[in-house]
């Protein structure tokens, strides 16, 4: 008896480009520079990814960690937030570029 897995697309380490971030669904993670945290994460997501694109008609294509300094937030519709005792204060850019993200629809798990 055989039995078929679905497929999957290969997972790559490269961040996705600004195209393939605005045509495709992504969730994201605030990485905290803590390995085990982030490797927590981003399995994390990575299950529910499956799951939501198993059991419903949305197809994630990927997580991605994201610091909030640097990085656009906007493209992405879910970013999980762990919260660690070393984080270091957002700058006043990044807390602003934070609540933009929320008060526009993102939504951020904390």
Do not use: C, H, K
């Not at 045509?23 to 994460?41: K, M, N, P, Q, R």
């Not at 799951?51 to 997580?63: D, E, F, K």
Request: proline fraction near 5%; charge should be negative.
């Amino acid at each position: 008896i055989l039995v078929a897995a679905p497929a999957q697309a290969q997972q790559s380490d490269d961040p996705p480009s600004d195209a393939m971030r605005a045509s495709s669904i992504y969730f994201a993670y605030v990485e905290t520079g803590d390995v085990a945290v982030d490797d927590v994460s981003r399995n994390g997501l990575d299950a529910l990814a499956r799951i939501v694109s198993a059991r419903t008609s949305i197809r994630v294509r990927g997580v991605v960690g994201v610091d909030t300094e640097v990085d656009t937030l906007y493209t992405y519709p879910f970013i999980y937030w762990p919260m660690t005792s070393s984080q270091r204060p957002l700058s006043l850019s990044a807390a602003q570029a934070v609540q933009s993200y929320m008060s526009r629809g993102g939504m951020v798990l904390f």
